[in-house]
Structures are given as structure tokens and as C-alpha cells.
């Protein structure tokens, strides 16, 4: 064996004479006869050469992936997990994940939620690019307005935010990642078609522009002009819907700097209410109880990094700008919001000693919102605001060994709501190569938008009622999570256990309980808190087929005029379990989801008559869904079905035969408003040629 240079030496052989042969991996054998002894040093020149066969290591990477790296329990959902569901908007792609709870908001608007350590997603960063984008006016119906088929991943991380990220992570972050443009195919097309009418198309078309850089444009169009009513009930289990959605985004990558610019516009256009013949009894009349809903929403986002002279020096500032226009109209309820909001952010990086890390910054965001609501026999209300929010913050990373350590602090000014100070700490410690336990804990706080979080109310006949000022949501968050993989029985296993607990010491209630016929907010005057408690195990059973398995348990109480109450419509328990195939030549896939939710407690009915009283809890229930898709060169046609089971909540509104009266109420949705739904998809992709060379 030769050094790195070529030099090498060898014992005399035995006899004489001898032949020396030499071969490498990349030449020829060659041999040198010697008859004695050399009598200096010998200089070999090898010629000639032999072309290798190509070596290929693949391994098929699991859809939703648990890292043992990351400082944060972070599961990064992959675009493989997103076509296991048919997620044609993100709001629908967590029905394989635990972490992440989905539910309808109400009876009549379509619109679905989320739900993260027991508490509503709005207490959840919701960011795409690492900049806040779910917040607002669109806190509610944000992720209805992006399409799956934009996104690359999907990071949830749980717990405590980051000081850098911003402060409203207060039970954790959603970071969308979208396609990259410089890696995308050069044209993508995805047609779904369910059982309901619902028809979306979504078409992306990447283009690579050399030193100019990367750009896609993808847009998205869904429409829904089928009335349906399966449990009878004389309104639309969906409202009739128009969207569009357009989306471009452009990266230029040089030696020490990164631009990136995004340009997006959509509307949404919702119709629904009672059906179109519905009988209209007198108490109504003679009018007709509609809902229609305006959305129009366009965003610029802008990005800039530059590595400095110093390559462990970097800065990045981050701009985001929107402007959101909604009109909602539910019966003889009317809301009008308008939203203007700019975002920057400056960070700046440097490494020490090789090993830890600062970043310090500043960040503003300014929100201009236009709010009316009016309601019957009530003046309208004005709640309109105008928030300047300034802040510095700063952040150690020291890494040692198997430990790592992030100790942050954020300083806020809100013009509205006063200062906001953030303490942070992560702790990260690798018991084992493959078992990692991390802690976090720290505070976050944000101001509230009343109206559009708890926009289902709308669908009612509650009375809108304000007790006092409102003031900024605050809460500390603190957890722990132990992640651990391992073989057994030749299988690939990865467990994973959380605990977390949020504490409110300022927060915005919404309280339901108060009297059916009445909503109403206030500060909190007591405890109110959220327990979360996980368990989550994924096995690759074998190169075909892997398996995940979830529980999870809640426990969620708030302060309801002075009485501690279970948060309504949590439910306590929840489990799930997936199974997934994928074909050795990927040209079949399936999977099938198993959901299972426990009971939650309803809001109280006792005041109201007998026959508009509901029960003090929902029954648990399950939920299946399945998919199988096949794959033919550049086509795949996918078929599935959603709630097999056919579990429906049967009772969604209460009096729907007066929903002008004091009675009426679509918001206490607590399971399935559809029974089974079968859906069929294309997706079409072209891969851009490789480029070949000509003399």
C-alpha cells in the first residue's frame, strides 16, 4: 500500500528473480521483472486505465422523519406524507400525523382548523420560509388558502419558539418550506375529483434562468358547486366555493449571497347556508339563512443573506408585506375586516471558537386592521386598531460534546398592548448515538384578533359581548421529549415520547358557557392551562412497508367566570395508526389511516328548551381513511376514500328550522360533518432533460 503521495516500501523477496506487480482501483494491472536487487529507489509510472461500474447506494427515506440532530423536537413531514393524503390544501395534510389535530370550525362555512398541545393552532407560529404567514385576519382559514401540492416539507416543532423565530410560538412552529426552484421538475400538474363535485387542478412550471437564477410559478384553482346535506338537516354540509390561487418564486444563489422573492394572490369565494330549497318556515320570514364569504389576500415576501469577508459571519433580513380584505356575512350578521400588515427582520450570525454560535437582531412588525361587526338590534362595532410592534433580540448556542445549549431573550414594544419581555432555553443532550433527550421552556405572548378566531360563533345566534379591554395573550410553555432508535427483530424502530405544559398568566377568553344565546370575551381571571403527553412509535417493517403508531393524551382546563372548566370540544383522548406500502419498483403505493378521538366536553345548553339542549359530551368516535396510487413513467393516477366508517355527527346545528330565532347554533361541531367521500387524481410530471454536450 502506497501512502498519500505514491512513496511505499517492501521487503526483499526470497529468491531471485521476482516480479513486482502493482494494480489500483482505477488502472490496469501492470507487473516489472526484476532479476536482483534494486540498486535504488524505484519509480513506477502506471498506465493505462479501467472504467468502473457505477455504485449505487439508495435507501428510501421514511415520509415523516424524526431527527435526532435538530436542537427542537421537530417532525418534518415530506412530500412523500403529503401524497399519502389527498391534501389539496394544507389544512388537510396532517390526517397521518398525531401531532397536529384537524377539525371543522363550524356546520356551514367548510372551514377546518387546527389544534397543537391541546390548545387552538392560533397559539402556534404558523411560518412559511421561517416568516410568520398564518396570523391575522387568516389565523383562522390561513391553511385552507395553500395548496399542498406548493410545499416541500413540513417542520413541526413542538413547544417554545426560538428568540430568533419570533415571539408567538407559544406552543410551537409550522414552518412551510416550499418547492425549491432550482430542484423542481419543469412541470407539474395534479387534477383531483372527489364524490362531493369538489374539483381542484394545480399546475407548477419551474424554469432554471443560469446567473439570473431559479424561478416557479405555480397556480391552484378549486371549485364546488354541488349542494349536499347528508344528514338532512336543510343546510349545505359544504358551501358552494370559488378559489384561485397564484403563487411565484424566484432564487438567485451567488458565492455569498442568497435573494429570494415571492409573489402570491388569492381569493375565495364561499356560499353556503340553507339550501336552495330548503322550506323556510315563517318564523324566518320567508327569508333565507345564507352565509357568504369574501377572502382576497396578496403577499410579497423578500429574503436576502450574505455570508461576510468572515465565512463564520453571516446577516439576513427578512421582509414580508400583506394585504387581506374579508367579508363575511352569516344570516343578519355582518363582518367587514381588512388587514395591512409589513414584517422585517434583520439577524446576524457569527460562529466562536469553531463550536458555538450568537445571533442578534431586530425585528418590526406593523398591523393596520379595519374591523366591523354588526350584529341585530346592536349598534356596529368598531374594532378596528393600528399595533407598532418594535424588538431586539439575542441568542447563545454553546455545544459541547453530547450537549447543546440555546439560551435566548426577545424584548418587545407594543403600541397597543405595552413591552413583552421572552425568555428562551432549549437544552439538547445525546444519551446515546441514536437517544437524544431535550428540554425547553420559556415564555411567548401575542395580541388577539377575537372575531375571526372564533369565527364559527358567527354561525349562531350568540350575542357578541365584550367585558372590558382586551390586552395581549401571555403563556409559558415548558417540555420535555425523549427520542430513541433502535433495531428489534431486524426492523428499523424510533420511539418517541413528549410531555408539555402551557400556563397562561394573560389570555383572551372565549367563553360559550356563560348562556347558549351569548359569546362572550374577556380577560382571564385565574388558572387556565394545557397538558399534552405523547407517545409515538415508527417501524420500517421492511424495505416495503412501514407502520406508525400514536397516542396521545390532553388535558386542557381555562377559567370561565370564575369557574375552572375542561376546555370545550378538545377531546381528551386521541389515536392513531397508519400502515403504508410502497412497491420495490415504487410503481404501487398504499396506505391506510386509522383515527380514533375521544369524548370532549359541549358547551352548556341546560337554559335553553328541552328540544335544543345538547349533551354535556361528545362520544368518541373513529375515522378511516385509504389511498392507493400507481405510477407510470411520468404519470401517477391516485383513488382513495375519506371517512370510511361513515361516521357523521348527526345533530350539527341546533333549531335549524328557525335560524333567525334565539336558538339557532352551527359552531358546536365536534366530529365528521360528511359521511364517506371517494376521491380519483392525475398528477402529471415532466423532469427537465439532462443537458449533453456537442463538439
Not at 339 to 357: E, P, T
Not at 500 to 525: E, G, H, I, K, S
Request: charged share 20%.
Amino acid at each position: 500500500m502506497s501512502d498519500s503521495s505514491g512513496h511505499f516500501a517492501l521487503p526483499l523477496p526470497a529468491a531471485w528473480p521476482a516480479t513486482l506487480v502493482t494494480t489500483s482501483f482505477s488502472t490496469s494491472p501492470d507487473s516489472l521483472r526484476l532479476e536482483a536487487a534494486p540498486s535504488k529507489p524505484l519509480t513506477i509510472m502506471v498506465q493505462g486505465s479501467v472504467q468502473l461500474a457505477a455504485a449505487e447506494i439508495s435507501e428510501r427515506q421514511a415520509s415523516t422523519r424524526l431527527s435526532l440532530q435538530s436542537l427542537q423536537a421537530i417532525e418534518s413531514i415530506g412530500a412523500r406524507e403529503l401524497k399519502r393524503a389527498a391534501c389539496c390544501d394544507i389544512s388537510e395534510s396532517f390526517e397521518t400525523n398525531a401531532t397536529v389535530d384537524i377539525n371543522y370550525s363550524d356546520a356551514v362555512s367548510g372551514t377546518k382548523t387546527i389544534r397543537m398541545l391541546g390548545l387552538d393552532g392560533k397559539y402556534a407560529q404558523i411560518s412559511m420560509e421561517n416568516i410568520p404567514f398564518v396570523r391575522g385576519l387568516s389565523s383562522n382559514s390561513g391553511l385552507t388558502l395553500i395548496p399542498g401540492p406548493w410545499i416541500q416539507d413540513i417542520n413541526v416543532s413542538k413547544g417554545i419558539g426560538t428568540a430568533v423565530n419570533g415571539p408567538n410560538a407559544m406552543t410551537g412552529q409550522i414552518d412551510l418550506c416550499l418547492l425549491d426552484p432550482a430542484t423542481a421538475p419543469t412541470l407539474f400538474t395534479n387534477l383531483y375529483v372527489n364524490s362531493q363535485s369538489r374539483t381542484e387542478l394545480n399546475v407548477n412550471a419551474a424554469q432554471h434562468l443560469g446567473k439570473a437564477g431559479d424561478n416557479i410559478l405555480m397556480v391552484q384553482g378549486n371549485l364546488m358547486q354541488r349542494e349536499l346535506d347528508d344528514n338532512g338537516d336543510g343546510f349545505r354540509d359544504q358551501p358552494l366555493t370559488k378559489r384561485f390561487n397564484i403563487m411565484d418564486r424566484w432564487i438567485q444563489h451567488t458565492d455569498k449571497r442568497t435573494t429570494q422573492v415571492i409573489l402570491r394572490y388569492v381569493t375565495d369565494l364561499r356560499n353556503g347556508g340553507q339550501m336552495d330549497d330548503a322550506r323556510i318556515g315563517e318564523s324566518s320570514g320567508g327569508r333565507r339563512y345564507g352565509v357568504d364569504i369574501d377572502n382576497e389576500m396578496a403577499d410579497i415576501i423578500v429574503k436576502n443573506g450574505w455570508i461576510l469577508n468572515d465565512p463564520g459571519k453571516s446577516i439576513g433580513i427578512l421582509t414580508g408585506f400583506r394585504n387581506n380584505t374579508i367579508s363575511s356575512v352569516f344570516g343578519d350578521r355582518n363582518y367587514q375586516g381588512a388587514q395591512r400588515s409589513g414584517y422585517a427582520n434583520v439577524v446576524y450570525q457569527q460562529l466562536l471558537n469553531g463550536k458555538d454560535q450568537i445571533k442578534a437582531g431586530a425585528s418590526f412588525q406593523f398591523d393596520d386592521y379595519d374591523e366591523l361587526f354588526q350584529q341585530p338590534l346592536d349598534q356596529r362595532l368598531d374594532l378596528g386598531r393600528t399595533e407598532r410592534m418594535p424588538g431586539v433580540f439575542a441568542e447563545y448556542t454553546r455545544m459541547r460534546n453530547r450537549f447543546t445549549l440555546v439560551a435566548g431573550l426577545r424584548a418587545d414594544y407594543n403600541s397597543e398592548y405595552g413591552e413583552a419581555i421572552s425568555p428562551r432555553i432549549h437544552l439538547k443532550y445525546d444519551i446515546a448515538p441514536l437517544t437524544t433527550i431535550r428540554f425547553s421552556g420559556g415564555s411567548g405572548f401575542r395580541s388577539a384578533n377575537p372575531i375571526m378566531e372564533n369565527a364559527a360563533a358567527l354561525a349562531s345566534s350568540r350575542r357578541v359581548e365584550f367585558d372590558g379591554a382586551l390586552g395581549f395573550e401571555r403563556s409559558w410553555n415548558t417540555g420535555i421529549s425523549l427520542l430513541h432508535k433502535f433495531k428489534w427483530f431486524g426492523k428499523k424502530w424510533s420511539l418517541a415520547l413528549d410531555a408539555y405544559r402551557t400556563d397562561f398568566t394573560a389570555q383572551v377568553v372565549a367563553d360559550m358557557d356563560r348562556d347558549p344565546q351569548v359569546l362572550a370575551f374577556y380577560m382571564l381571571d385565574g388558572p387556565s392551562y394545557a397538558n399534552s403527553v405523547l407517545a409515538d412509535v415508527q417501524v420500517q417493517l421492511s424495505k416495503q412497508w412501514e407502520m406508525k403508531a400514536s397516542y396521545r393524551y390532553y388535558d386542557a382546563e381555562t377559567t370561565y367566570d370564575g369557574v375552572l372548566r375542561e376546555r370545550p370540544l378538545v377531546p381528551g383522548h386521541r389515536g392513531l395508526v397508519d400502515l403504508g406500502y410502497t412497491a420495490k419498483d415504487e410503481k404501487w403505493r398504499f396506505d391506510i389511516t386509522l383515527n380514533g378521538f375521544g369524548t370532549a366536553r359541549l358547551p352548556s345548553t341546560a337554559s335553553n328548551p328541552e328540544e335544543f339542549q345538547l349533551g354535556d359530551r361528545s362520544p368518541a368516535y373513529a375515522t378511516l381513511n385509504a389511498q392507493i396510487t400507481r405510477v407510470m413513467g411520468a404519470w401517477e393516477f391516485y383513488l382513495g376514500g375519506e371517512n370510511l366508517t361513515g361516521t357523521l355527527q348527526n345533530r350539527q346545528i341546533l333549531d335549524p328550522g328557525d335560524p333567525f330565532g334565539p336558538y339557532f347554533d352551527a359552531s358546536m361541531i365536534w366530529g365528521p360533518t360528511n359521511t364517506q367521500m371517494a376521491y380519483f387524481g392525475l398528477r402529471f410530471t415532466l423532469k427537465e432533460k439532462p443537458k449533453t454536450s456537442t463538439l
